[in-house]
């Protein structure tokens, strides 16, 4: 009977491993919630920067090679209007997007025929900016 008894006290070894490796899974996910994530918002200040720039260099493609740059944003006809441009984001009609206000946009049209276009958007953070470059002729 003492022999039955002593062989069943305590953990096998199959069973102090499962043990282990259920405490170390706990505890490597409890650590995880604990720290902090350093950087979980550049991944969405990225994306917002590139769909800025590319909502930019949209509607600049979509201007004329040289055309009139009278009035507002949304009475520019072509390209070269946008040389310079350095603003807060806007729609394509110059009113201002309050929610994107972090974010700062900066156009360059530069060279002759074909021309380069350079949206560059920056966040207020330093983190997440995005430039974006095409090319426009005159056709």
Not at 41 to 51: E, H, K, L, S
Not at 55 to 61: N, Q, R, S, T, W
Not at 105 to 121: D, K, L, M
Request: hydrophobic letters at 45%; glycine letters at 12%; aromatic letters at 8%.
């Amino acid at each position: 009977m003492k022999k039955l008894l002593a062989r069943t006290r305590g953990f096998t070894l199959i069973e102090f491993i499962v043990a282990l490796v259920v405490l170390g899974l706990g505890s490597a996910l409890l650590v995880s919630f604990i720290t902090p994530t350093a950087g979980s918002a550049d991944p969405m200040i990225q994306a917002q920067a590139r769909a800025i720039a590319s909502a930019y260099m949209d509607e600049i493609l979509l201007r004329s090679f040289s055309g009139d740059c009278a009035g507002g944003r949304g009475e520019w006809s072509g390209i070269q209007c946008y040389a310079g441009l350095t603003e807060a984001p806007r729609d394509q009609f110059g009113n201002a997007i309050t929610a994107l206000a972090d974010y700062q946009v900066q156009v360059s049209v530069s060279g002759g025929n074909p021309a380069e276009i350079q949206v560059q958007v920056t966040h207020a953070s330093g983190r997440g900016g995005f430039s974006l470059v095409s090319a426009r002729g005159d056709y």
